[in-house]
């Protein structure tokens, strides 16, 4: 079974600083994708980054990146320059290979401080 | 324009009730989902319909039963309802059958089920 584990139920960061979220997961498949999603208060969920694990370069969005460390199994959204439109619940996912079924974290609260 | 809309955004209702959520996506998708997000935020797939063929049915009860009446809509159907079905509940959408290399899926902003 895959799952995916975010430890921090809450982070918080100050206006313009930098945070990390981490997120983990248990697969045995050895191909496979992992996103963040965002989910401001209005609950739309919105993809964030994704990462091909056949990939061994990390996926960068303008101030979001991640740190993909495959053997560790882990997977952290690094965010730079935080803005308060940043603030919201972040979702880390997996989904493996030619399949539809996409597992989720329990989910981040992040908390920008102006 | 919004891609996938679900309706209503908030539902009340009393124990032992049937109530339904309905879904419309107009990114001319071929698969749609439902998630379910309980009270902890954690994210759960339901049902996966393809072309309104059912193709992921995980351990829900029976009590759930989705309805695609055409690859646009996808409307989910609760009878019974206990107060362990109080959650939000997600549809999504994305373009094929079988999820692509790049493929992301498109989220509604969701229903809030409140089950009194």
């Known amino acids: 079974a895959q799952t995916v584990t975010q430890s921090q139920p809450e982070m918080s960061v100050q206006e313009a600083e930098t945070v990390t979220l981490s997120c983990t997961y248990d697969?045995?498949?050895?191909?496979?994708?992992l996103f963040w999603y965002k989910q401001p208060p209005s609950r739309q969920m919105i993809l964030v980054i994704r990462?091909?694990?056949?990939?061994?370069q990390n996926a960068t969005e303008n101030r979001f990146s991640v740190n993909f460390q495959k053997a560790a199994k882990s997977f952290s959204l690094k965010i730079s320059d935080s803005q308060l439109g940043d603030a919201a619940m972040y979702f880390c996912a997996y989904r493996r290979t030619r399949s539809n079924d996409m597992r989720f974290g329990a989910g981040t609260r992040l908390t920008v401080k102006p | 324009d919004t891609a996938v809309s679900q309706t209503p955004k908030y539902l009340v209702t009393q124990m032992g009730n049937d109530k339904s959520i309905k879904c419309e996506q107009n990114l001319g998708h071929d698969t749609m989902y439902w998630y379910k997000q309980d009270s902890k935020k954690f994210l759960k797939i339901m049902f996966s319909y393809n072309n309104k063929e059912l193709i992921i049915n995980e351990t829900v009860p029976n009590r759930f039963s989705p309805k695609s009446p055409d690859k646009a809509h996808l409307n989910l159907h609760i009878n019974s309802l206990e107060l362990g079905d109080s959650a939000v509940y997600f549809c999504?959408?994305?373009?094929?059958?079988?999820?692509?290399?790049?493929?992301?899926?498109?989220f509604g902003s969701g229903t809030q089920l409140s089950v009194l």
């Open positions: 990462q091909e694990a056949y990939k061994q």
């Open positions: 697969t045995s498949e050895s191909d496979y994708y």
């Open positions: 999504a959408s994305s373009q094929e059958r079988q999820l692509a290399t790049n493929e992301k899926l498109f």
